[in-house]
C-alpha cells in the first residue's frame, strides 16, 4: 500500500512519556496528508516526510523532542 507509515511508527515508544502525545501524532497526520495532497509520494521519501512531520508536530503542540531522538525512535536500524 502506497503511503502506509511502517509498523515502527505503531510500536511504543522508548521515549520518555510526553504529557499529550496523542495530540502531537494527529498534528503530524494532518501535516503528512496535507504535504502529500500537494506533492507526489515518487518524488519524496515517505519515510523522511514523516520523521519530519513527527518532529515538526512536537514544536507545534509544545511537546518538543531532539531530532537525534525522533530519527532514533522512526529508524531503529539506523541506530
Do not use: N, W
Not at 511508527?9 to 502525545?21: G, K, V
Not at 504535504?35 to 511537546?63: M, N
Request: a positive charge; one cysteine or more; aromatic letters at 12%.
Amino acid at each position: 500500500m502506497r503511503g502506509a507509515l511502517p509498523a515502527a511508527f505503531a510500536e511504543p515508544s522508548r521515549l520518555p512519556a510526553s504529557p499529550r502525545p496523542q495530540l502531537s501524532i494527529a498534528t503530524a497526520i494532518v501535516f503528512y496528508h496535507r504535504f502529500y495532497s500537494r506533492q507526489s509520494y515518487d518524488c519524496y521519501d515517505r519515510f523522511r516526510v514523516a520523521t519530519t512531520c513527527l518532529f515538526l508536530a512536537g514544536k507545534v503542540e509544545e511537546t518538543p523532542k531532539k531530532i537525534k531522538d525522533v530519527v532514533i525512535e522512526t529508524h531503529p536500524q539506523a541506530g
